[in-house]
C-alpha cells in the first residue's frame, strides 16, 4: 500500500511495508486498519445472508431454501453483524485509530494487548465460520442460543458459541485498554471535560465491554459444558432453568446494544458540530449522559423477558427503567439539534449520515418505548415489530454512524479525498433502501406477523415484498458507496490536513498520520475542545 507525501515525511504506511508488518504490529492506527478491513469483509458476507433470507421471504412457501437452511442462514447472518459487525466497529476501527491521537498522545496503554484482541477476533471469526464446513453444518438456534433448543441441535452450536467466547475475549481487552489510555495517556493539560465526546463515547463503551462481558463468556461456556457433559444448567428434562439461561444472556445482551450504540454517539456528537462551524450545544450534558446510558444500560434487562412468566412487580420495575434509558438518549438527540439551529450548516456526506442517525435512532427508540411498554409488548413481542425496532437502532443508528465516520475521517486516514457528489448521491439511495426495508417491518409486526420463521400467512405478503425490493436498493447504495470510497483512495485529489475545518486534535496532525502521530506537539484549544474561530 503506497500513499501520497505533501512535504517528504514519513506516514504510517510507508514506516514498514511487507505483510507481517502489518499483522504483527504493534501501532494502533494500523491495528485500526486491520480491524477495519476485517469488519467491512464480515459485516459484506451478513449482507449477503440477510438478502439471501429476504429472498426467501418475498413470496409466501418455500421460495430458495428450506425452513431449517433459512435457520441456519438467519442464525450465522445474527451471529456476524452482532458478534463480528456491530459490537467491534466503531470501537476497534475508528476507536482504536484515533483515540489516541485526539487526547495527544502516540499508542494506547497496552499495544501488545491491542494486537491480541485483533488476533483474537480473528480466531473467533475462524470459529464462527468453520461451522460451515465442520460436523452437522451451522447452528439453527438465531443468535442468542436460547436453551433448551441449544442444548439439544445436532447443529454445530458448540463451534459458534466457542466462537462468541473468544470474540469477548478480543472486546475485553479493547475496553480495558482503551479505559486506562483515557485515564493515564491524556495530553498534559487536557482535562476530563476537554476530551472530544467521542473519547465519551468509548470510555463509557469500555466499562461496559470490561464489566457486562465476562457475564456472557461464563453463560456461552455454561452451554458448551451442558452439550458435552449433560449438565443440568438449562434443560429442564434434568434439572435445569431455561429462565436462567435468559437473565443470563440478556444481563449481557441489553448493555451490548450500547457497546454498540454509544461510541456511534459520539461519532455524531464530533461530525454536527463540524458541520454547523460552531460549538456543540450542552457538551457536559452529553459527555454525562453517555456514563448515565451505560449505568442504567446494566438495569433494564428484563424488558426482554415481560412474556416469560415474570413477576408483576418486576415487570413494572423494568418497564419504569426501560423508560428512565430512554432520558439520556433524548438529552443527546436535543443537543444535536440545538447545534444545528442557526449553525452556519455545510450539507457534506459525513453530516447527512449523522442526521439519517438522529433520524433513524429516534424512530428505533421510540419503538423501543412501544416494547417497553407492558401492555404493547404483549402484542408485539416475537413479531416482526421487535426486528424493525432493533435494525432501526443498530443499522439505522449505528450502521450509518459508521459509514459517516467512513466518509468523515477518509482523509485523515488516506490522505485522498472522495467524490462528494456520488457519496451523496449513493447516501440518498442507501437511505431511501434502508427505510424501504425495515418501515414495513414494523406494519408486519403490529399486523401480527412473528419474527424468525420462513413462511407467514398471505395477508403479510405486500408488506414482505415491499421490504425485499427494499434490500435490493439497499444493497444498491452500499455497492455505490464503497466503489466511490475505493476510486478515492485510488484516484482521488489530495485532502490536506483539515479539509473539513475540524477543531479537534487529529485535525492538527498530517494526513496520513505519521508513525508518531504528530511531528510537533498539538495545541489544545484554550476554550473547550469545540472551539470554532
Request: net charge positive.
Amino acid at each position: 500500500m503506497s500513499t501520497a507525501t505533501d512535504s517528504g515525511y514519513v506516514n504510517f504506511f510507508q514506516a514498514k511495508k511487507g505483510l507481517a508488518s502489518w499483522i504483527f504490529t504493534l501501532d494502533h492506527k494500523r491495528i485500526g486498519l486491520l480491524y477495519f478491513y476485517s469488519v467491512l469483509a464480515f459485516f459484506l458476507v451478513g449482507v449477503l445472508l440477510g438478502f439471501l433470507m429476504r429472498l426467501e421471504l418475498i413470496a409466501p412457501g418455500e421460495t430458495i431454501m428450506k425452513a431449517t437452511q433459512y435457520n441456519q442462514v438467519f442464525t450465522l447472518h445474527g451471529v456476524i453483524m452482532i458478534f463480528l459487525f456491530i459490537i467491534p466497529v466503531i470501537p476497534a476501527i475508528f476507536g482504536n485509530f484515533f483515540l489516541p491521537i485526539m487526547i495527544g498522545t502516540d499508542d494506547v496503554a497496552f499495544p501488545k494487548l491491542n494486537l491480541l484482541s485483533w488476533w483474537l477476533y480473528i480466531l473467533g471469526a475462524l470459529f464462527a465460520l468453520s461451522t460451515l464446513v465442520v460436523g452437522e453444518g451451522p447452528a439453527d438456534t438465531g443468535w442468542t442460543f436460547y436453551a433448551p433448543y441449544s442444548v439439544k441441535t445436532g447443529t454445530n452450536v458448540t463451534l459458534a458459541v466457542l466462537a462468541a467466547f473468544i470474540l469477548g475475549f478480543s472486546s475485553i481487552l479493547t475496553g480495558l485498554n482503551f479505559i486506562v489510555t483515557i485515564h493515564r495517556l491524556r495530553f498534559p493539560g487536557m482535562k476530563w471535560f476537554d476530551m472530544p465526546l467521542f473519547m465519551w463515547g468509548l470510555y463509557a463503551t469500555s466499562w461496559i465491554q470490561l464489566l457486562a462481558t465476562p457475564v456472557i463468556g461464563i453463560t456461552l461456556l455454561m452451554i458448551i459444558a451442558e452439550r458435552t457433559f449433560g449438565i443440568g444448567l438449562f434443560d429442564p428434562a434434568i434439572g435445569g432453568d431455561p429462565i436462567l439461561y435468559q437473565h443470563l444472556f440478556w444481563i449481557y445482551s441489553h448493555p451490548a446494544v450500547y457497546i454498540m450504540v454509544l461510541p456511534a454517539m459520539g461519532i455524531v456528537s464530533e461530525i454536527i458540530p463540524t458541520f454547523t462551524n460552531r460549538t456543540i450545544f450542552g457538551y457536559k450534558a452529553i459527555a454525562i449522559s453517555s456514563l448515565a446510558i451505560a449505568f442504567v444500560g446494566y438495569f433494564v434487562w428484563g424488558h426482554h423477558m415481560f412474556t416469560s412468566g415474570m413477576s408483576g412487580p418486576a415487570r413494572i420495575i423494568f418497564s419504569l427503567l426501560t423508560f428512565l434509558v430512554a432520558i439520556p438518549s433524548a438529552i443527546k438527540v436535543f443537543n444535536w439539534v440545538a447545534t444545528l439551529y442557526k449553525g452556519s450548516i455545510e450539507i457534506k456526506p459525513p453530516l447527512l449520515y449523522a442526521m439519517a442517525f438522529i433520524f433513524q435512532f429516534s424512530i428505533g427508540g421510540l419503538t423501543g418505548l412501544v416494547n417497553g411498554a407492558l401492555a404493547a409488548n404483549v402484542h408485539v413481542h416475537d413479531t416482526y415489530f421487535v426486528v424493525g425496532h432493533f435494525h432501526y437502532v443498530m443499522f439505522g443508528g449505528t450502521g450509518f454512524a459508521f459509514f459517516g465516520a467512513m466518509h468523515y475521517w477518509f482523509p485523515k486516514i488516506w490522505g485522498k479525498m472522495y467524490n462528494i457528489k456520488r457519496a451523496n448521491i449513493a447516501f440518498a439511495i442507501l437511505f431511501a433502501g434502508f427505510n424501504l426495508l425495515y418501515f414495513p417491518m414494523l406494519i408486519v409486526g403490529i399486523m401480527g406477523m412473528p419474527r424468525r420463521y420462513y413462511d407467514y400467512l398471505p395477508e403479510f405478503t405486500t408488506m414482505n415484498v415491499i421490504s425485499t425490493v427494499g434490500s435490493w436498493v439497499l444493497i444498491i447504495g452500499l455497492i455505490m458507496m464503497l466503489w466511490n470510497l475505493i476510486n478515492g483512495y485510488r484516484k482521488g485529489k489530495i485532502a490536506g490536513n483539515n479539509p473539513w475545518g475540524g477543531v479537534t486534535l487529529e485535525w492538527q496532525t498530517k494526513s496520513p498520520p505519521p508513525l508518531p502521530n504528530f511531528l510537533k506537539k498539538p495545541e489544545l484549544p484554550e476554550d473547550g475542545p469545540y472551539t470554532f474561530k
